[in-house]
């Protein structure tokens, strides 16, 4: 199986190169890592779908109530990611097809007064996260031995999840600040450009 996905990967990039050398475009270094890249998380989501078949068969084989429910939790994060994957591919391949050569964009962009607001809304997010897992905390420790420590196992996840919520936010931030930094560096170099005297030399 790894070798047929291997072949197939293969015969994708060959066909890209062709095509690129009928139009007589210019493979970039980046362009090359963006269309492996795509081709990779194309392969991950061959293989994670086979896996969420077993989990779904599985699931629906088994007479126990908890086994379908906990499975049933997997199935879900598991659809998630794929079609997480899926849209990763769909992104990469939009723009694969709008520019050959270019770079990638990886601002975040909001107007002004917007990406103030978002930013505060941000840090409001990463405060009531931080206190949401103090508290998944105290409820799992009261409630372990409940249920066959289902509950416990429960809010686990939940403190993942939030935490994972933190990695997410903390990432957007700092994407925002430096998206607002980014005027004041060209308003300064605007600055001292109109400074500059105007030269002498003839």
């Known amino acids: 199986m790894a070798r047929s996905v291997r072949t197939g990967v293969i015969k994708a990039l060959a066909s890209q190169k062709v095509e690129d050398y009928i139009w007589g475009m210019p493979e970039s270094q980046e362009f090359s890592a963006v269309q492996g890249l795509m ?7 061959n293989h994670e779908e086979r896996w969420l078949s077993s989990y779904k068969d599985i699931a629906n084989e088994s007479k126990d109530p908890l086994i379908r429910f ?3 939790l997997i199935v879900t994060d598991e659809q998630r990611h794929h079609e997480l994957t899926s849209r990763m591919i ?3 391949k939009n723009e694969l097809a709008r520019t050959r050569t ?6 975040v962009y909001e107007e002004g007064g917007k990406r103030t607001q978002l930013f505060s809304s941000v840090e409001r997010f990463l405060e009531a996260e931080r206190k949401g897992i103090q508290e998944y905390q105290r409820l799992r420790k009261q409630s372990q031995g409940l249920y066959r420590d ?5 809010y686990t996840t939940m ?5 994972k919520h933190i990695g997410i936010l903390e ?5 925002l600040t430096e998206n607002r930094e980014l ?10 450009s109109a400074a500059k005297p105007p030269s002498t030399e003839r």
Do not use: C, W, Y
């Not at 270019?102 to 601002?107: A, D, F, I, N, T």
């Not at 403190?159 to 935490?163: C, T, V």
């Not at 005027?183 to 001292?192: D, G, L, V």
């Open 183 to 192: 005027p004041r560096k060209r308003k300064t170099s605007h600055k001292r």
């Open 39 to 45: 081709n990779e998380f194309q392969s991950h989501a």
């Open 70 to 72: 906990l499975l049933g």
């Open 102 to 107: 270019e770079g990638l964009s990886r601002r």
């Open 171 to 175: 990432f957007l931030r700092r994407k």
């Open 159 to 163: 403190i993942h999840d939030s935490r």
């Open 150 to 154: 289902v509950f416990a196992l429960l």
């Open 90 to 92: 769909s992104k990469l």
